[in-house]
């Protein structure tokens, strides 16, 4: 495998991509096998949380953290 050669698992992916920009990443996403996928905020997306848990991939939303006062 060289740097540019995608990876065949992943433990974990973090989706940093808006919903709208995600669509053509579904297969690429799903066919790495990941164990969860993080949805940082503002990337939430039903369809893709849908197709992850019918593979049983855990599903993570992230909270935001708020400042201290």
């Known amino acids: ?3 540019l050669d995608p990876p065949e ?3 974990t992916i973090s989706v ?3 919903p709208d920009r995600q669509k053509n990443y579904y ?3 799903l066919n790495l096998h990941p164990k969860r ?7 939430e997306n ?3 949380i849908e197709l992850a848990t019918q593979r049983n ?6 909270a935001v953290p708020l400042p201290c006062s």
């Not at 996928?37 to 503002?42: A, E, L, M, Y």
């Not at 991939?57 to 992230?62: H, L, V, Y």
């Open 37 to 43: 996928i993080i949805f940082n905020p503002g990337t």
């Open 1 to 3: 495998m060289t740097p």
């Open 9 to 11: 698992h992943a433990d």
């Open 16 to 18: 940093f991509l808006n």
């Open 27 to 29: 297969d690429y996403i």
């Open 46 to 48: 039903p369809e893709l």
């Open 57 to 62: 991939i855990q599903i993570i939303i992230r």
